[in-house]
């Protein structure tokens, strides 16, 4: 037989995850009760998956320990955007399945391909261009009006990538901030939104889709920091949500979990942001108040099980980020999941704390969204870090 690509869906027993973030130690955690293996590659020996699953040590580009990574697994997946396409590739020739695939991968990390994709289903009918110059951001603004909001075609997030000129005055710092054109730039209108949304999607092999409920997302400074389910919506903005979400991910053939950013434009018309193609921040409340969690369910989809219900278990959910506000260390507190007071405490195993760092989250649920919100912060200031 060629060492081609396994082309049946299956059930694979080892999961490789390219990267070992939280993400990947969640996504580990849920494989355990599923009766996944589990092994993560990851350059830093202190990776928060390496903490609860096997860990393979290098960059997540070809290299000698991807050749390990790939001997010990039969599916691999990701858990950020930060993948050298090339170890994907490299996956996919010594007969790994990679899941989402290399298209929609390749979809998804180019924004202008992802805008482009959007734009053709209709789902995204913001303008946007590549841009090469400071010089042609104003030509834009001349066809699509100023705000421009700039920003950087692949590795953006929490905002890194994005930088907004409101006149002709403000682009030279815009393009200074995103690096002065060292890596490819695009103008998009500015979406004049009342709330951000999002919606968790997941898809299998054989197109089967589910979407979990709508989400608002709360940013400051670009960075996410409580999310509210369900989102306070009128029924048929969380209908339009939850389909829009379910065509973008259908649009790129996207096999997995997707978390799905939205505007809730001040027309009342729902338009995609962003897609990311793996487990999101804003579905980290499925854990503990949903009946399969975006991370389980994103096992069965790329693993070809049965995907499970999305639905909620409690009338409303809060999550509210812990991000680091000094620096330190951890050691006073312990890692992994627990409660505190009525909420649930997820850490991440960081061991240091640096100012603007994601170390945890806190989820609470109630019987309105005011209820869950106050015992969720109440115990995040209790964690007080
Ligand atoms: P990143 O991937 O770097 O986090 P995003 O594309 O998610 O960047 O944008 C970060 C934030 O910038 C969004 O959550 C939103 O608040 C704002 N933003 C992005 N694009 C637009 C736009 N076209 N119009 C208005 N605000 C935008």
């Given amino acids: 037989m060629s060492a081609g690509p396994r082309s049946q869906p299956c059930i694979p027993l080892r999961v490789g995850i390219l990267g070992g973030g939280q993400l990947a130690r969640m996504t580990a955690e849920a494989a355990r009760a599923l009766g996944l293996e589990t092994v993560v ?44 396409r090339g170890a994907l590739e490299y996956l996919a020739e010594h007969g790994v399945m990679v899941r989402p695939s290399i298209h929609t991968f390749g979809v998804i990390l180019d924004k202008l391909h992802q805008r482009a994709h959007m734009d053709a289903a209709g789902l995204s009918p913001t303008p946007y261009a590549p841009i090469e110059s400071p010089g042609e951001v104003p030509a834009f603004a001349a066809r699509h009006g100023w705000p421009v909001v700039l920003k950087t075609r692949s590795q953006g997030y929490d905002g890194r990538g994005v930088a907004i000129a409101h ?9 200074q901030r995103l690096g002065s ?38 940013q400051e400074e670009y960075v996410c920091r409580v999310v509210r389910a369900p989102a306070a919506v009128q029924p048929a903005i969380a209908d339009q949500a939850r389909h829009v979400a379910a065509q973008a991910i259908t649009a790129i ?17 729902v338009t995609v942001n962003e ?11 499925t854990i503990d108040a949903c009946v399969a969690s975006q991370f389980e369910n994103h096992l069965r989809a790329v693993a070809g099980l049965p995907l499970g219900s999305t639905s909620m278990t409690a009338p409303a959910a809060v999550m509210v980020n812990l991000i680091g506000t000094r620096s330190g260390t951890m050691d006073h507190l312990h890692t992994g999941a627990r409660q505190v007071g009525d909420a649930w405490v997820h850490l991440y195993g960081k061991r240091q704390l640096r100012p603007g760092r994601k170390m945890g989250h806190v989820t609470a649920v109630g019987a309105t969204l005011d209820e869950a919100e106050s015992r969720a912060q109440r115990a995040a200031g209790e964690l007080g870090l």
Avoid: C, K
């Fill in 253 to 269: 053939e996207g096999v997995g979990v997707f978390g799905v950013e939205l505007f809730l434009g001040t027309d009342g018309r």
């Fill in 181 to 218: 054109g060292v890596r490819p730039l695009m103008a998009e209108g500015f979406v004049s939104f009342t709330s951000e949304l999002a919606v968790m999607v997941v898809r299998d092999a054989y197109g089967n889709v589910a979407t979990y409920p709508v989400v608002e997302t709360v």
């Fill in 275 to 285: 897609i990311a193609p793996r487990p999101h921040n804003s579905g980290h409340y």
């Fill in 167 to 175: 006149d002709a005055g403000e682009v030279d710092a815009a393009w």
């Fill in 41 to 84: 590659l990851d350059p830093d020996t202190d990776a928060p998956a390496g903490q609860v699953t096997r860990l393979v040590i290098g960059p997540l580009e070809p290299h000698d320990a991807l050749a390990r990574f790939a001997r010990q697994i039969d599916l691999a997946t990701l858990e950020n955007e930060f993948v050298h």
